[in-house]
């Protein structure tokens, strides 16, 4: 069964401090991607990246960074000098299969991490 | 703005009562998810619909139906609700070519119900 975990519930740091979102997962696929998406005060789930368990190169995205280790099943996430509009919070995910018909489930998200930037 | 729209934004409601509530997806995507977003449980996958038929079904009561229209609009219909039914109810679409699925969810921006 897949399963993704968020350790940390709440984080909260001052602003311009780095700060290091843990994601770890559990899949028996071989085949699978990895997803974080922002869920900002407002309530809307925005989409910030997916990556595909081929592909273990860091990503950088502005302040945005993520590093992808299949060794230890991490996919984390590194805001860097955060900022007050960075609270919010985050949800890993993790999908195992992209056939449409395969009735798996699309979307297996952790519990979030509470990301508090205070001025 | 993710294309998707939800509604009705918010809703208040009485025990046992019947609520639907419905979601348009992004013009061009033939999937609909739906996610409950609760305090204790997180995202919950509830059901996935792909060009009107059921695809995948996740922890969805039986007191809960969905369905998808031709149109590709979808309906999630919650009824002899309980106070534990009070949640944030997101209907997501996404980008899928033939029977391959991105796996980018975009996802509206909920429909808040509250029970009482």
């Known amino acids: 069964a897949q399963k993704v975990t968020q350790a940390q519930t709440e984080i909260s740091v001052v602003e311009k401090e780095d700060v290091t979102l843990d994601c770890v997962y559990e899949t028996r696929d071989t085949t699978y991607y990895l997803f974080w998406y922002k869920q900002p005060p407002s309530g809307e789930l925005v989409f910030l990246i997916r990556?595909?368990?081929?592909?273990?190169q860091n990503e950088i995205s502005g302040r945005y960074s993520w590093n992808f280790q299949k060794s230890t099943s991490s996919f984390n996430f590194t805001i860097t000098a955060s900022q007050v509009v960075d609270s919010a919070v985050y949800f890993c995910?993790?999908?195992?299969?992209?056939?449409?018909?395969?009735?798996?489930?699309?979307?297996?998200f952790g519990k979030g991490t509470r990301l508090s930037v205070i001025a | 703005d993710s294309g998707v729209t939800q509604t009705p934004k918010h809703l208040i409601t009485a025990t046992g009562q019947r609520v639907t509530l419905r979601c348009s997806p992004r013009s061009g995507d033939l999937s609909v998810y739906w996610y409950q977003q609760s305090l204790d449980q997180g995202l919950q996958f509830l059901i996935q619909?792909?060009?009107?038929?059921?695809?995948a079904k996740g922890n969805i009561l039986e007191r809960f139906s969905a369905q998808q229209f031709p149109d590709l609009h979808s309906e999630l219909n919650l009824s002899s609700l309980e106070l534990g039914d009070s949640a944030l109810y997101f209907c997501a679409s996404s980008v899928a070519t033939g029977f391959v699925d991105t796996g980018e969810l975009f996802f509206g921006e909920g429909s808040r119900l509250t029970v009482l």
């Open positions: 995910a993790l999908s195992d299969s992209f056939l449409v018909n395969s009735g798996n489930t699309p979307l297996v």
């Open positions: 619909y792909y060009n009107g038929e059921e695809r």
């Open positions: 990556r595909n368990s081929f592909d273990e």
